[in-house]
């Protein structure tokens, strides 16, 4: 999937009500196969860079294209539709619901649509689960390692397949090792079955084994030069 | 769509908000539907006791205070009639039998009733058990009355009674032993209970002509015109609803009072329904507070879950779908309190109205019935109603500052 951005800006209001501008990025290009390291201090706009691209943000201003699809041009539920099929999203704190199972947490995308999962679906579900090693006999999610919840955040992002995974600091709560492991994978996610991967990250492995890093400051590139490359 | 897993979560999550929310709105629910089926149970069971009352014929004073010692025993002092009148009663065209009610002593508390066996038999439908009275000294008892066939007792007077008793030369009279001859069918009204003798034997516990000439020995009808003495009430049971008005109205003179015992219950059923009314909105008040806090709690439960309803935005949910969920967990504690309520109103039910019963001598069944589940169901849907409020404001909060 193609991802064309053009003149995206985001203005907030802060507390004493004056406006300012979180987010202004003239042009972002990214395609299958990419995996692109999203990098800035604290505030310089990295997540609502990455909600915007998913289709989160009312009141942006600018083009989000992925393909051909002009995404804020949808209609809400629409929207809501496309990023179910095509993001997938990993958290920094996971965000799995502790009181379900990790199979009920990977299945929960599919709950949005439809009454039950298919066979198929489960199947898959219980698949993507073995290959991450994450132990589904747990009947909570809350009773599993943060390395074992991050990884189950990941097999939910890639419950439908989506050809793009957004990750936002992805590995900021785990040990090393389990940084580690959830970084190979992320990346390998671009390489090896070349869906374009996003990721917000403080995390210097992480980022180093990206493919591209775009760093921000004050919701605008601090290189220029790096987002036409990509 | 499929909310179920994500109202288990949040059921799990806060399980004792759940419970204690589910608890309140049944407590609600049950205040209401216990009020209404006691209400209605009390107006049906009075309503019922004074069906066989068609006509009271008292004399002039409180028609209530009549309603209230004739048919529902309960204790007052009712003036005597004019002895005319039950002689005119007895012999009027058009009457289906007259009866005299006359209040004698008590036994163990329970009234003695002096009346005819003909009118024994009527409020019985037959009787339950043994025979009718056929002397003075006989008795038949009431459906309800802890004495058996063949028993015997002397009758308790009051104090008062007592003194007059000991000027009383007739005094074989006030030694009376009384046997039980027969039962009564249960009435459900508080004759249940009273002990049913001839209309004679009170006359003479009274010291008044029994009806028939001395040394007649003979109880019940024809009366000697000559030696009828007055009762505090006649029950005329008129042949026809046209004879019925004519006899009222025939019955109504200066020294008497001739109505229709629902004429007072309809004056008494108004005033219980003022207070009923206002008790009602007292309680319709609170179930939509109750409510209103329901809503209001729901709305604080979820916030506490608003980050999870952002995560599932972020991961495609559409805003429907957060609606479902948080209405659907609402809807739950509403249907589940509703089942609730109306259960615990048909089990403190039954156990007020036999307190209720107890006391009134009134045969009272208060099982919540279709008004008061249809009352139920519609302050369950406002409650349905007022949960779109929590759901729709759960569902537009913003998925970027849910997270946040
Ligand atoms: N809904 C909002 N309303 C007002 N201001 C907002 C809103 N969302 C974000 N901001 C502001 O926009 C700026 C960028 O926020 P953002 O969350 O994208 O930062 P970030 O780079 O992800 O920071 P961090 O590394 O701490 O996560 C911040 O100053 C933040 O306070
Ligand atoms: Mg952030």
Redesign the interface.
């Given at each position: 999937m193609q991802l064309r951005a053009d003149s995206l800006r985001i203005t907030f209001v802060d507390a004493a009500g004056a406006r300012f501008t979180a987010l202004d990025i003239p042009r972002l290009e990214a395609g299958c196969g990419d995996s692109l390291a999203i990098t800035g201090p604290s505030g310089s706009g990295k997540?609502?860079l990455l909600?915007a691209l998913?289709g989160?943000?009312?009141d942006l201003e600018g083009n989000v294209a992925w393909d051909e699809t002009m995404l804020m041009r949808l209609p809400?539920?629409a929207r809501?539709?496309w990023?179910?099929?095509n993001?997938g999203?990993v958290?920094q704190d996971f965000?799995l619901?502790?009181?379900?199972s990790p199979i009920?947490n990977v299945l929960?995308?599919a709950?949005?649509?439809?009454?039950?999962a298919s066979a198929d679906l489960k199947a898959r579900a219980l698949n993507l689960l073995d290959e991450l090693r994450v132990p589904i006999a747990r009947k909570l999610s809350s009773q599993l390692s943060r390395g074992e919840q991050q990884r189950v955040a990941i097999a939910?992002a890639l419950l439908f397949d989506p050809p793009i995974i957004l990750a936002d600091e992805p590995t900021a709560s785990l040990d090393a090792e389990a940084a580690n492991d959830v970084s190979t994978l992320l990346t390998e996610l671009a390489a090896r079955s070349g869906k374009l991967v996003i990721t917000v990250s403080h995390d210097e492995r992480l980022i180093e084994r990206c493919g591209a890093r775009l760093a921000l400051e004050h919701g605008r590139l601090k290189q220029h030069d790096v987002a036409a490359v990509l | 769509m499929n909310p179920i897993p994500v109202i288990r979560a949040t059921m799990r999550r806060h399980w004792l908000l759940f419970l204690l929310f589910s608890g309140i709105v049944a407590f609600a629910i049950a205040l209401g539907a216990i009020l209404g089926a006691q209400e209605r149970g009390f107006r049906q069971a009075s309503a019922r006791a004074a069906d066989k009352f068609d006509i009271l014929v008292a004399a002039p004073g409180s028609q209530t205070d009549v309603v209230l010692t004739a048919i529902y025993l309960r204790p007052g002092t009712v003036p005597l009639l004019d002895a005319k009148v039950l002689g005119d009663a007895l012999a009027a065209p058009h009457v289906a039998f007259a009866a005299p009610i006359a209040f004698g002593d008590n036994h163990q508390g329970a009234p003695i009733i002096g009346t005819l066996a003909s009118f024994v038999d009527y409020l019985s439908g037959g009787l339950a058990e043994g025979s009718t009275f056929r002397t003075e000294a006989e008795a038949v008892v009431g459906a309800a009355s802890p004495l058996k066939i063949g028993d015997r007792f002397k009758p308790e007077h009051g104090l008062e009674h007592h003194a007059a008793a000991a000027e009383d030369e007739d005094g074989d009279i006030h030694d009376l032993e009384i046997t039980v001859v027969g039962r009564m069918k249960p009435t459900g009204t508080p004759w249940d209970r009273a002990i049913a003798v001839p209309v004679e034997q009170v006359w003479k516990t009274h010291s008044l002509p029994n009806g028939h000439p001395p040394g007649d020995e003979r109880i019940g009808l024809p009366f000697d015109p000559r030696y009828i003495s007055g009762v505090p009430v006649v029950v005329v049971k008129p042949d026809s609803v046209v004879a019925a008005y004519r006899l009222r109205a025939q019955f109504r003179g200066q020294d008497r009072m001739s109505f229709f015992p629902a004429e007072v219950l309809v004056q008494i059923y108004g005033l219980m329904g003022n207070v009923q009314a206002l008790l009602s909105s007292i309680v319709m008040a609170t179930q939509l507070l109750v409510l209103l806090a329901l809503a209001g709690g729901a709305f604080a439960i979820v916030s506490l879950s608003r980050r999870q309803f952002a995560v599932l935005r972020v991961l495609g949910a559409p805003r429907g779908y957060v609606v479902l969920c948080v209405w659907s967990y609402v809807a739950i504690i509403i249907v589940m309190g509703t089942v609730l309520g109306l259960a615990m109103a048909a089990g403190l039910s039954s156990g007020l109205a036999a307190a209720l019963s107890k006391t009134t001598g009134l045969a009272i069944t208060a099982l919540p019935g279709e008004a008061e589940i249809r009352s139920a169901l519609s302050t369950a849907l406002i409650g349905l109603a007022l949960a779109l409020v929590p759901a729709g404001l759960i569902a537009v909060q913003k998925p970027m500052d849910g997270l946040n």
């Open positions: 997540s609502t909600y998913a989160l943000v009312d809400q539920t809501d539709r990023r179910r099929e993001a999203f958290f965000h619901i502790a009181e379900l009920e929960m995308p709950r949005f649509a439809l009454f039950s939910r | -």
